[in-house]
């Protein structure tokens, strides 16, 4: 029953690995999007897929590589870890980029040693 | 680029009324959110206001003045559960729905 959902819920690693987080909805909503939340709680966009095509990319590191293998999932992969990239991790869906409810996953929250 | 600036955090006792500001600059606004986030999970969408004026719905109303860039938060009949941070987010720019948030305000209710 679960709208949005994440794997896995907590992710421990050291710096320099890759690791992905996966992404998936049950909603039917065309428009997924991942969400970077730091220590201070500032939630922040970083990609948005709207059918299968990226529709927004703010000043995200090309460690961070999005792959959408169908409507209904979106997973980040991150290479080379850094630690500033320990953060709470959200995946969001909406029906329609134009949409204006976006329905959030439980988070990922990644500690990068 | 878009500014939004609300109060890092406040208190307020159960079984009282809370309002959260929300101030914002940015060119090309869309519409105002706010959303509520508990300590440990995911936001949830609480409201989302595009016009001028007051939208309630239930215990929760939120205001809109598009031309202070001016919003509120009003929580009514305060519950413990009430606590939580309540993240306001504005979207701008050619019928971009994709929002950014402020920092987010703590609210702590106590008995």
């Known amino acids: 029953d679960t709208a949005v959902s994440q794997t896995p819920k907590y992710l421990v690693t050291q710096m320099g690995n890759d690791k992905s987080i996966k992404c998936e909805q049950n909603?039917?909503?065309?428009?997924m999007y991942w969400y970077k939340q730091d220590s201070k709680k500032f939630l922040k966009i970083m990609f948005s897929?709207?059918?299968?095509?990226?529709?927004i990319n703010e000043t995200v590191p090309n460690r961070f590589s999005p792959k959408s293998p169908d409507k209904a999932h979106l997973n980040l992969h991150i290479n080379s870890l850094e630690l500033g990239d320990s953060a709470v991790y959200f995946c969001a869906s909406s029906q329609g980029a134009q949409s204006h409810e976006q329905f959030f996953g439980p988070g990922t929250r990644l500690t990068v040693l | 680029g878009q500014n939004i600036d609300q109060p890092t955090e406040m208190t307020a006792t159960e079984g009282a009324i809370v309002q959260i500001n929300c101030t914002y600059q940015?060119?090309?606004?869309?519409?105002l959110f706010w959303y509520q986030q508990h300590a440990g999970e995911a936001p949830t969408f609480l409201s989302y206001n595009v016009l001028d004026g007051l939208e309630e719905k239930g215990r929760f109303s939120s205001f809109l003045s598009r031309s202070k860039g001016y919003s509120y938060l009003l929580l009514k009949e305060l519950q413990m559960k009430d606590s939580a941070s309540y993240l306001c987010?504005?979207?701008?720019?050619?019928?971009?729905?994709?929002?950014?948030f402020g920092r987010g305000t703590s609210l702590i209710v106590h008995p």
């Open positions: 940015t060119s090309g606004f869309n519409g």
């Open positions: 897929y709207n059918n299968k095509e990226l529709i």
């Open positions: 987010a504005v979207t701008a720019g050619g019928g971009s729905y994709i929002p950014t």
């Open positions: 909603l039917g909503h065309d428009t």
